[in-house]
C-alpha cells in the first residue's frame, strides 16, 4: 500500500481489534460486557473506515486491477 491514509487506517483498525480482542479477554469482562461491546463497535467503525476508503482510493484500485489481471491469466 502506497497511501498514507490506507496504512494510517489498517493500523486504526489493528489497534481496535487488539484493544477489543483483549477486553473479550479481561477478568472485568465476566462482570460487565459494555466495555467489550463498546471495543467491538469501535472496531467496526475502524473496519468500516478502512473498507469504505479502499473503494474510491486509486492505490488500491491498482492492486485489485493487478489482483484480477493475475487470476485471468
Avoid at 8 to 17: I, S
Avoid at 50 to 69: F, G, K, N, Y
Amino acid at each position: 500500500m502506497d497511501c498514507h491514509i490506507c496504512k494510517h487506517l489498517k493500523q486504526v483498525l489493528e489497534f481496535r481489534t487488539g484493544e477489543y480482542f483483549s477486553a473479550r479477554s479481561s477478568a472485568f469482562y465476566l462482570v460487565s460486557t459494555k466495555l467489550a461491546a463498546r471495543k467491538n463497535v469501535d472496531m467496526e467503525r475502524a473496519r468500516n473506515d478502512w473498507e469504505e476508503h479502499q473503494l474510491v482510493c486509486p492505490h488500491a484500485a491498482a492492486i485489485r486491477q493487478a489482483e484480477t489481471d493475475n487470476v485471468a491469466a
